[in-house]
Every structure is written in C-alpha cells, then in structure tokens.
C-alpha cells in the first residue's frame, strides 16, 4: 500500500484560527487570500492521491471539505471511481459542475482535471462570499433558473469569469494566476493534476510542466473530431502484452464505485450495488471482450497506457455532524471493503486461486494458464451455478466481484430488471412511429401564448408539443409586447427539439421636450402639487396617453397644456408661451421722522404734510425712499414690493439724529452700549417711543447719567454737558495733570505730593492655593470715588512742622530723633496711630483704608508687588531684610525709584510699614493661631525694613497683612490719602 502524503495541511501562519466543520458554514462571508490558500493546498494535497493513480475524486464542493479545529483540510467519503464522462452533479449543486462533465466533445475528456476547475470555483466562492453567484453573467435573471441556469453557463464557451485580480483586487498574484487557470472551461487550458497546481502555487509554470499529464489525456478543443475517430486496430500478434483492468478493483473498490462491462455479443451493461455513478468502459479503451468456450475469466484489454491500481481504500463515511477521520498513512477500510478482502468460497469460482486476489489483475493475469488450458472441460460432477446461463462477461465481473451477487436471490432479481429493461426499450422507447415529433418552445419572456400555423395551442412557453414533420409557423402572443413569428421545420430525425422565440416589450413611455417663452417655468404633471425637477427648457418621460401639464413663473399667468404623448421616434416636443401678469397700482403712504424732513421718493421730491406723503407704486416693483433734515442722518432705503404688502403699503422714515458731548473726550454708553464719538459728536439710533439710558463720564468732571425719550433730544437740542467734577481740598495745589502738593508744606521748604486714583472695580487679596497667613481671600472690591494719595511716606521734617504748629500735645515727642537735619528725609516712626491722624487731618486728609491702600499699590489688575508680577523684591527696588536679621535701616522716603508703582508711588513694599485706618480683621489662620491684635490693633500693610526676604521667608508682598499695637514702633510709619470735595 502506497502511503498517503498529504494527509495533514500546511498552516500559513501561527495566528490563524479555524473553524470545525466543512465549509459550507463558511460561505456567507468573503475570507482573505491567505485562508482560502491554505485551504486550496489543503484539498490539492489530498486530491494528489487520487491523480496520481489517474482517478478523479469528483464530488469538490464545499460539503465534501472538511476543516478541522487545527487547520488540517480533508476530504469527505465521496468514494473515488475510475475516470468517467458521466460524473453526475447533486440537486442544487451545479455552479461547481465543469464543463466537461456537459459536453465533452467541446471541453475534453473527464479526468482529474475535473476536480481543479471545481477547486477552482470553491476557492473564488470563499474569496467573495454572499456575492458569487453575482459575479456570473445571466445566473440572477436566467428564466432557466437553479440548476439549468448554472449548467447554461457552465457549458457555454464563451461565458467566462474576469481574471481574478478584477474581482478581489487584494488577492496575491500567484494564487490568483493559479486560480485563473483552474477555471478554465477547456481541459487542455487547466492544470492535468493537482501536483501540477501545487507546483504552480509554489513555483511557477517551469515546475507545473514537471508534472503536466500526457498530451492525450486533455485533447484541444480543435482535437474533437479526430477523436470521435475509433482507435486502430492492433493485430493480436504484434500487440504487446496489455494490462488488465482489475474489474473487481481494490479494497476501495468493491463497495465504492458501479461498475460497467460489455459483452462483445449482447453488448449488456450491468450494474452493482445501487449508486449513480456510470464507468463507461468504452470511453476509456476497453475492447469488447473475447468470449471463450467454458471460458470463467475473461480479461479486458485496454488501449490507453495502464495504470497501476494501488490497493489503498477511501475512508469511513462520516455521520453528518462529525469531522471526517484523517487520512493516516495506512488509510482505513471500510466495513465492506474489508469484508470483501477476505477469500470467497461458493461454487461460482471452483478455478480460482485465492492468493491472487487483492493484487492488481494485471499481476494475477501473469499466472493464468495459456488459453487453450483455460478451456479444459469442467468435471461432470461440477454442480450447474444458476448464473451459468449469463454472457461470459458478466460472469468474470461476477467471479471478480464476489460478494453479493454470488446470492441465488440477487442473481433472480438481476435477471428480473434485465428483462424489465428490454421490455422498456421494445413497447415504451420504440413504438411504432406516428410521424409526429416533440418541440420544446420557449419565449423570452416567459408565458407567451404560442399558435402553430394560425391555430391557438393553449400552451403558454415553456411548453412541449407535439408538431408533424414539415414546415410549421409559430406565433408568441403575450401582453405588453409585440407578437413574434418563427418558421421551424421538423424532420425524420429530430428526437428532441427546442425553438427559441424573443418578444420585443412595446414601449410604454416616451421622451418629451417641454419648452415655454420665456424659459425657466417651474413643471407641474397632472395636478401633482410638487413640480418637477426640472425648469423648462427640458427633456422629461412620460407614459403613453394624454397628460395636463401646467407652466408657473413668477409674473406670469400659470399656464395649462394638454399633451397626448404617442409612439414615435425621437423627443416628442411640446411648446407654451406665458402671459406677464397684469400690473395694478398700490398707494403707498410714507411717515417721516422729523416732520420737516425733505423727502424724496423713486428720484423725485415729494412734499410731506405734516411728516406724511402718499405715494404710487406699480406692483411688483420696489420703492426707493430718501429723507433728510439738519442734525439727523440720511435716511435711505429701498423697499421691495412684498415688504410693501406685509406693511399694508406704509412706510415709516425714522431719522438718526446726531447727538453732541461736552466735553467732547466724554466716555458715553447708551443702554449701557459703548457709543463712539466723532469730534464729541455721534449718531444714535432712536425709535419713536424708546427709552435712551445715557451715561457719559470724564477726567474732571462728573458723571452723566439721564434716559431720554426721541422727543426729549430734539428739546435738548441734542446736547449734553457733563457736570464739573470732583476737586481736591484748597489745602493742594495741582501743579502737573493729576500731581498735586500740600500748599503749607511746600512753601515751608518740605513738599508732600499726591497722585490721583479713580474709583471702580480691582483684585483685592490673595488667590486661595497660594494665600498665606493673615491675608485675606481673593475677590473684586470697588472704590467708589476718586482719592489723592501721597507718593512717599511722611518725612521727619514734613512731621517735624506739623508739631511746631500743633504742639506736643498732639504730636507727641518719641518720633524727634537725635541730629533732626540728618533725618530730615526718613520716614516718620514713634507715633502713634492717633498721631498719625492729627497729621492727615492737619493736610485735609485721613489715613488710607485697608482698600485704598490696596487699590494704590497693586493697580486695577492685582499686581503681585507694586511695581510688576513676576520680578521678585531686590535691594534695587525695596527696603526690606535682605541680610541678617536687624542689620537694615530705614532709607530716605523718595529712595528707590525702581520700586515705584505705575503711579509714581514710592516705598509701598518695605522702608517703613504703614498706618491704615481700619482695625485688623482676621485673615488666613488668624483665628487658628490667635493672632494678636486680631479686631483690636489697627492694620499695619506694606512691612518694614525688618522684614525678612531670604530663601526660607517670602511673605513681603502687596497682599501681606500685619497689625501694631495703637502706640506703634520704631519700624511703623504712614501715608496720607486726601478726598476729593464736590465740583458743584
């Protein structure tokens, strides 16, 4: 026994899963081309053991290929049978059928080729899925339909697929070349075997021909009629010994295939067991056997090259639901294969020498007896076999087989259906000749009423009948088509024949050109309240019959027109002209606002009475209005006809007046909008019986803010003047833009300037993920009026005049320092918080709030320290604990410039830390820690020179917080913040 070599797949690739099962399962999606490769070769490699003996497996089809959970690909029990023309294709089954299984004059001979166009047609099923069947020209609408359909196109030559590449163009080039070639409908065009395609998909055409088979085993198609031709006869004598054909067949054989004999005399054909599949002995060159005297084995002869006939067995049929068994080395038998390996005894081969079977016939033929030995007489005590009366060929396919047939009962059943046979053929297949024959008619379409010569049959096509020999004219008559004649003569030989008759549809539509003077008219079809698509000039299809067609176009009558649309060639033409729509006269009357305005209406003047004009208008056509007066805007606007209707033809002219600002810099919002001015001078839209809210402000003046109605400008005489606004106390002197000095201590040789700060809204406190103790958390406060604030901290000298005016009592005597002129320009300390006030009272002032303090030092925006945000305390900028601890001094109190605010305020940061008027409230952990002072002791804000600045201390900032006890400290100084008083 032959081993199997490809009993288990390749597997592409270590990532790839499979599904158990056959791959029926798998046809209702498309898979890439590396599974269905596998595949592919998986079938290739089990196909290989069948072409290799010169069989044809014969039933590739996705039922019959299994694929296991591990990737391996096998094959289903579908028994393997010598080459055949007649392998026969299960219902429903067909679009794998090849070719020459229909018509193998045309295709060429069945053979292994046979499984590689099916494998063929699987493969390209598995790349597409859902979508194969349309991919086959005529398949989906083929009146045949099922499997007709699929054997038209299989046995039409020139219905082909496209290559392969055009249906899935990511499928690799060598397994599509491979796959374009297995589908080839002609034989000689595909791959002999399946060793030949494995060659294919692994290295191209040079190793395919290594194993392309013998050039007579796949005839051209142009070889067709040479071979009908019979084969030469070879005379006996010089005929070399030819291989016998072994009828009983190996193991896999007995059980597995039919098998056909023919007798050279009665030219019988016998059957066993009850499958379909036919072997035609004389397709594949056997002789007609040689009948011998008394003769019980006759050996065929067989003119085409001899095959081997390996004794190796399909395996076990599987049950429906279960995977195939693989195909080991040593395949297994089948039950009756195995049993009928065994020796038979029985009567009916007394001569048979029982070592010989199970070999090939054409080794046991070697150790027959030369004729005239095998013709020696049977002893006369030899028993009468009831099978001895049958043609000689059958009984050697008898002795051959064995098995069943040796049955007495089997025998009698056999005879039974021979008999039945012949009485078939004489009283059923040859009755006497009526002279009439059967014709198959068809229509295309379907189901046309079909008259023979004038005479209705009552058949619709498809219909079979019967029609003498002659000449016959038919008709087709069905509804919607015009009727067809065909001539079709029967003749003698006509068995079997098929007239074809094609019905032309008669048209039901035609092509209509809509055209209207002018163009561009919307379509409307039969009272259909949706137009068409198009706009005339256009091109529209309409059924046959009459229609009403109506033509709608802005200032145009609707239009109607009835249009019979009748068979014709070309567009059928239909033209309309439209009316203009009569025009009539509106009365327009037109209100203007101020009533003295000049009024203008389509270009021409017309009078208005008071502030009213009535004006025409042909419809349709828009209205041009112009109006213009003294201190208002133009007004202009041109109106359009529907804009007149839905006004009910009034048009109202409201005029923008210009409204003026003293002083013209005046900042103004209206209805809290910002309005723009133009030389204090701005236009503002205002409607009859609107409120106008104006608020307008200015440097040095006060605030406007009144809300006027349209009326109230025009008594206005579209003016407004701000108030005068604030001033400072007489005490100041402004001697810059918003720089004053303190008049006294100016002319006392110790100038105190202010700067102003206005009011409105500022970031007061510290941002919560970086507060620290004592500060306040962050939010917007607001100064409501504007303030003077002193650039620099009370000097010793500005300090020391005030005490000689007020005396001790007021000024007190621990602020006077040792040498008075070397201390003149350091800030004053020692005193006390009340002390602090006497001298802002003596100036006009008062000390800051916590607030204004604020507002003065970190500006409108919450500056982080007073000059900037992000340049941290330097010696350059502030006076603070830059070194060891008491080692710093107090500086001079115009010191350090670089540290000044925008503003021009000097020392907020350090120097010496300052009196404010409110008592300390509790900040950040105040009340945790128990801050001193808290509620008590007033605010102290800036710090001092004692303040530590260092890498472990960076509380200084603007924010920062402390209080002193009322009494103060040598580090505590102050600043003075003076009011504003009324304008007025």
Known sequence: MRPNRHTRPQRHGSNMNFPSGNLVGLLAEPHDAEFVRHVVEGVLKQLASYHERGRSYGQVRPDTVYLAADGRVRLGDVRATIVSTQVEAPEGLSKYLPPETL?????????????????????????????????????????????????????????????????????????????????????????????????????????????????????????????????????????????????????????????????????????????????DGAAHGLEPLPVWQDDVRATPRVTDTAREEPPAAPPIAPSPNAEPAPHEEESSWSEPARRSAQPVRGTMMPDEDDSTFGRPVAAA????????????????????????????????????????????????????????????????????????????????????????????????????????????????????????????????????????IELTKIPTVRVVRLETQPADAEIYLDDNPVPLGSRTPAEVTLSLGRHTLVFKKAGYVDTKAEVDVVLGDGAQAQRATLSPVPKRIERVVVKVDPADARLTVGGKAVAAAGGQATVEVEEGSPLEITASAADFADWKQTVSFDELKASRFTVVAELDPFISFVPPEAAVKVNDAPLPLDAGRARIAAKSGQQLHIVATAKGYGTLDVTVSRSDLASRSFRFELPPGPRPPATLREVAAGRYVHDELDKAGAPLYFVVVEPGDFVFGAARDGIRNGELERRTARIDAPFLISTTEVSVRQYAIFADKAGEAKAGTRWRPADLDSAAKLPVTNVSHQQAMSFAEFVGGTLPTEKQWERAARGTK?????????????????????????????????????GATPEGLLNMLGNAAEWCEDTYEAGHRDIEDRTPGTRVFPTIRGGSYLEPYNSTSRNARTTMRQNKAPNGGADVGFRVVVPFTDGK
């Not at 166009?117 to 859902?130: D, F, Q, S």
């Not at 697929?161 to 249906?167: Q, T």
């Not at 500056?863 to 992000?870: F, G, K, T």
């Not at 502030?878 to 350090?896: H, R, T």
């Open 103 to 279: 018509a193998a004059d045309v295709f060429g001979e069945v053979g292994p080729a046979t499984d590689i166009y099916a494998l063929g047609m699987v493969a390209i099923e598995l790349l597409v899925g859902p979508r194969f069947e349309s991919l086959f020209e005529g398949i989906a609408d083929d009146p045949l339909g099922g499997d007709l359909a699929w054997m038209r196109w299989h046995g039409t030559p020139e219905l082909r697929l496209p290559p392969v590449r055009e249906i899935v163009p990511s499928i690799d080039a060598g397994l599509a070349a491979a796959i374009d070639r297995m589908i080839a409908k002609h034989v000689a065009e595909r791959p002999g075997t399946a060793q030949q395609v494995l060659a294919l998909l692994a290295g191209g055409e040079a190793e395919a021909e290594a194993f392309a088979p013998p050039s007579s085993s796949a005839p051209a198609q142009g070889d067709v009629a040479a071979k009908s031709q019979p084969p030469a006869e070879v005379p006996r004598e010089a005929e070399p010994e030819p291989p016998a054909v072994d009828l009983a067949g190996s193991h896999a054989d007995v059980d597995a295939s039919v098998r056909k004999t023919q007798d050279a005399a009665t030219a019988a054909t016998i059957y066993y067991d009850d499958t379909k599949t036919h072997v």
């Open 365 to 500: 033929a070697k150790a027959q007896p030369s004729a005239p030995e095998a013709r020696r007489p049977k002893p006369a005590s030899t028993p009468v076999h009831p099978a001895d009366h049958l043609p000689p060929a059958m009984k050697l396919a008898m002795k051959k087989r064995r098995g069943p047939l040796e049955h007495p009962v089997v025998l009698l059943l056999l005879s039974a259906a021979i008999i039945a046979a012949v009485g078939y053929l004489l009283f059923v297949v040859w009755p006497a000749d009526d002279g009439t024959r059967t014709v198959e008619i068809r229509s295309d379409p379907s189901g046309a009423a079909i008259s023979v010569d004038g005479v209705a049959s009552g058949e619709r096509a498809p219909a079979k009948i019967k029609l003498k020999i002659g000449k016959h004219d038919l008709r087709a008559t069905l509804d919607g088509h015009y009727d067809a004649k065909e001539s079709v003569e029967i003749v003698q030989d006509d068995t079997q024949r098929t007239v074809r």
């Open 862 to 898: 919450g500056r982080i320290y007073p000059w900037a945000d992000d340049d941290e305390p330097s010696a350059e900028r502030c006076n603070l604990g830059f070194g060891p601890i008491g080692q710093g001094k107090l500086a001079a109190v115009d010191a350090l410039p670089g």
